[in-house]
């Protein structure tokens, strides 16, 4: 008996061969024979047979199915034996061909001549392996035999090439036109028709091969392809060409779209009849930016400017101590026999030079590892030009040979929609929009990974646009979507052979910036990551952008691509171990949280200070000249906020969760967006809950209600308040509880507006007793404003007043802005205008001063209405325009509202 799986699912006995109906059955028969002689365990069966969603009673069909193998497929000749937890398939392992195929592959590894076993495992197939059967497992196992019958068969036809080139020429075609990328294939392909006298087909096959490449994945061919190539052209079935012209350049891509910009500045160099010096360009970027493409789109469409030639050599695999060993190549291309070629490595410079002197040739220089590898091969004569391209900073050229430097940086958005569009289709992209929109951005608008990304879609065009989004998108995504079988590239390899170039210490820190979450680090926070001094960070991060790992160009900070950046942690996980890993995320957040509580110093100087645990060893923290030093800090910094809490609470990092979203709180208050301040407060939360921490419970509740009044959600802000004075109270807090006293009015306020006076008075009060003179006139302005509601402007008037004469004098201007904006609210009810306008502009100039753009915005709407009362129409829209303005600065629609009452007056006046 033959169960045989690698075809349609049947069992051959005695020369006769039956399927194996239904596909349950087939499908469960595949399952165990692919394991035979191994325990399958239910679950796993079931799995195989119904896919991820097993319906319910599928357990009670599948002892029907294991029954219905036992006895109308096997029949005697074998037994499916239950087992603890599942079913085993008790035959011979050569009773099951997928098996026996398997066995002779590694059987011939061993013999001398392995043609004849190889041959009788390819025997063994019938067609497509497990035709017909459905269901994910059924695809995968498809997939893995097409691969190894795919392996194997290259295997049987490098050995009977040889001897039969005519049988591996037959074997292989249809292989070859079923992977068109793969550069194995065509090889063995092309030297069996070499082989068996059609060097002609062979030329033309590698044409098409390296055709293809560059249309799907914009490459040149590989080692393998270039060895047999040069065979070809070394054999004497190829005619001697007498040519003198040289046109070296690889194929052009197709789909190469933008960079328009880089191509005319490169145009300006070819310009003229004859330049009067020789030409030197230097294309650098990250890895993966297109820097090839770019260099050899604009060398075909400039090509005739060159009518002596194009010279072109691939530097990455050549030794950058010995870039000389080109020069031959060179020579050669220029006509030199190879017998009069110097062994002289100055003298193959000369030569080189000479023949170079009275000609216009282009030389491209792709993948340059450093300056020295190519000053030998820089074509010097004027009408020459040479066009490097190079993952390293080349300014050592711009300084000895005058080279021009020309930096890439990822794609614009547009150009990055057409590159995808160029190889997808237009209609594809606009049916899923989102998606493509998504592709785009988890890629970076970095070329080769939308590159890669576009040959998988257009090999599988079936599958939706959105799938691959979501797989790039899903959390912790590495860059196994962006993996290929050809390193030249596979996304790793492409930025691997940058990173191993670098010395261990910069190896090191670029590592360590792989475990920050966003992609703008500050100098201090990547020296706190490496435990480093700065000025040797600084150093080090210099030798990073040299390599273009990093982007230095903001002044002290680093920026890392989204993708390096992901490559960056993989090889922090893959090098350094879980204790290191730890000592770096501790370092990371000491950093952000001493750092945020020396802002918070700055900018709100009579805010309680949090007791800090002492930062871990080699933690470097920010210092601020002043406030609007620590605002931009903050600014930069908050975006990376929610990724550092999620950092700190899968550390076990409570204390600082909490901390941490303290720090920020003041500052995203007053800024937002509110909902990312409940977001990052309701997990300072959950941390202060973890702990037991009542104090920072308290506190996590009173900013998350002050969210909730931005929002306007005046219940759950009143809850949130509520339970933070219950809390200080218990903790006998009096001053805490006070200030939660005072927030509470506001959505009091509009919701139980008669209970708003009481909480105000119960605020001063504890104020009063604690001593906390800049608290009680805080409480003294907002029993003020409230009697003003009451119409008691007398009393309102004084009590704002002593407030601000009290707030001036601590200099706390932030309370102060808001008396004035009281003071103005009274006056203009008294009738006051001019003094309310006065008292306006001065809370709007405090308050914009201490960056409380929310309250100056709504000031400055309060200010326009009382112009408009004093029937200054023009004072009013400036008034309105500067709100505008302010609510911008917060990303705040109220601007929208705001530009529609400008443009209603507009239309009025």
């Not at 050592?396 to 990822?410: I, P």
Request: neutral net charge; contains cysteine; hydrophobic residues 45%.
């Amino acid at each position: 008996m033959l169960i045989r799986l690698l075809g349609p699912v049947e069992v051959e006995r005695s020369g006769q061969t039956r399927p194996v109906r239904p596909p349950q059955v087939a499908l469960a028969l595949a399952a165990l024979a692919w394991e035979v002689g191994r325990v399958v365990s239910v679950d796993r069966l079931l799995a195989r047979v119904w896919g991820e969603q097993v319906p319910p009673g599928a357990r009670r069909t599948l002892y029907t199915v294991i029954t219905r193998i036992r006895r109308d497929v096997l029949a005697g000749d074998g037994a499916v034996v239950q087992r603890t937890g599942g079913y085993l398939l008790d035959v011979d392992e050569s009773a099951v061909d997928v098996s026996r195929f398997r066995s002779l592959a590694y059987q011939a590894m061993a013999e001398p001549d392995p043609a004849p076993l190889l041959g009788e495992a390819l025997a063994l197939w019938r067609g497509d392996p497990l035709t017909g059967l459905p269901g994910e497992w059924a695809e995968r196992a498809r997939h893995r035999l097409r691969d190894e019958r795919k392996a194997t068969m290259l295997r049987w036809a490098r050995t009977v090439t040889g001897r039969d080139a005519a049988a591996a020429v037959g074997a292989l075609t249809p292989l070859a036109d079923e992977h068109p990328l793969d550069e194995l294939l065509a090889a063995a392909l092309i030297e069996a028709l070499h082989t068996w006298g059609r060097t002609a087909e062979a030329l033309a096959h590698f044409a098409r091969v390296r055709r293809t490449l560059a249309d799907e994945l914009g490459v040149e061919p590989g080692t393998a392809l270039r060895r047999v190539h040069r065979m070809l052209l070394r054999s004497g079935d190829v005619a001697e060409t007498t040519h003198v012209v040289p046109a070296q350049l690889p194929v052009d891509l197709r789909g190469f779209v933008g960079r328009a910009a880089e191509l005319d500045r490169l145009a300006e160099a070819a310009s003229g009849d004859r330049p009067a010096s020789a030409a030197v360009y230097a294309i650098s970027g990250p890895p993966g930016v297109g820097k090839s493409s770019l260099a050899l789109r604009w060398a075909h469409l400039n090509r005739d400017r060159f009518p002596d030639g194009q010279l072109y050599a691939d530097l990455s695999t050549v030794d950058p101590a010995d870039a000389a060993v080109v020069l031959p190549r060179f020579l050669g291309a220029l006509a030199v026999p190879e017998a009069q070629i110097p062994s002289d490595v100055e003298a193959r410079i000369g030569l080189y030079r000479s023949l170079l002197a009275s000609r216009r040739v282009l030389v491209v220089l792709d993948d340059a590892r450093g300056a020295e590898q190519v000053r030998p091969l820089l074509a010097g004569a004027p009408g020459c030009l040479t066009l490097i391209t190079s993952r390293a900073e080349l300014t050592g050229l711009a300084v000895t040979s005058g080279a021009s430097l020309v930096r890439l940086d990822a794609l614009p958005d547009d150009d990055a929609y057409h590159l995808l569009a160029a190889r997808l289709g237009e209609p594809r992209l606009a049916a899923e929009p989102e998606a493509a929109a998504l592709i785009i951005r988890r890629c970076g608008r970095l070329p080769l990974a939308l590159a890669i990304v576009a040959a998988q879609l257009a090999r599988h065009t079936d599958l939706p646009l959105a799938e691959v989004a979501a797989d790039l998108a899903r959390p912790g995504a590495d860059l196994e979507p962006f993996a290929h079988s050809d390193p030249a590239i596979d996304l790793r390899g492409v930025f691997g052979r940058s990173y191993r170039d670098l010395p261990e210490p910069a190896i090191r820190l670029f590592r360590r910036l792989g475990r920050h979450p966003g992609p703008h680090v500050s100098l201090a926070a990547a020296a706190s990551l490496a435990a480093l001094p700065v000025d040797r960070t600084r150093e080090l991060a210099a030798r990073l952008d040299r390599a273009n790992l990093l982007d230095l160009r903001a002044p002290g900070r680093l920026h890392l691509h989204d993708l390096l950046r992901v490559y960056a942690s993989e090889q922090e996980r893959a090098a350094d171990s879980r204790t290191v890993r730890r000592g770096t995320t501790r370092r990371l957040l000491d950093h952000y949280l001493h750092s945020a509580c020396a802002a918070s110093e700055v900018c709100y100087p009579h805010r309680e200070k949090l007791d800090l645990e002492p930062r871990a060893r080699g933690v470097v923290t920010e210092r601020f000249a002043d406030q609007a030093e620590a605002l931009r800090w903050y600014a930069d910094e908050s975006a990376a906020l929610p990724a550092l809490l999620t950092e700190a609470t899968e550390a076990g990092l409570d204390r600082h969760v909490w901390q941490l979203a303290w720090a920020f709180s003041e500052f995203m208050q007053r800024r937002g967006p509110w909902e990312q301040v409940l977001g990052v407060q309701a997990v300072a939360l959950e941390a202060a809950e973890r702990l037991g921490d009542r104090l920072a419970r308290a506190r996590g509740h009173n900013c998350i209600a002050r969210a909730h009044v931005r929002l306007g959600r005046d219940l759950a802000a009143i809850e949130h308040f509520q339970q933070a004075i219950e809390l200080h109270r218990d903790l006998d807090e009096p001053v805490l509880e006070a200030h939660v006293h005072l927030g509470l009015t506001v959505s009091l306020n509009r919701v139980r507006p008669a209970e708003r006076l009481g909480h105000t008075l119960r605020a001063r009060e504890l104020f009063r007793q604690a001593g906390d003179a800049i608290g009680e006139a805080r409480a003294l302005n907002n029993a003020g404003w409230l009697r003003a509601q009451l119409g008691e402007y007398d009393q309102a008037l004084a009590d704002c007043r002593r407030a601000q004469r009290i707030l001036a004098e601590f200099g706390y201007a932030q309370g102060e802005g808001h008396t004035w904006d009281s003071i103005a609210v009274v006056l203009e009810a008294k009738g006051d205008l001019a003094q309310a306008v006065a008292s306006y502009e001065r809370a709007v100039e405090l308050l914009r001063g201490c960056d409380d753009l929310h309250p100056a915005a709504e000031t400055l709407v309060r200010l326009g209405e009382t112009h408009l009362r004093a029937d200054d129409t023009a004072a009013a829209l400036d008034a309105w325009k500067r709100a505008a303005e302010c609510y911008d600065a917060l990303g705040d629609a109220q601007a929208d509202k705001v530009r529609a009452r400008i443009a209603a007056h507009d239309q009025e006046g």
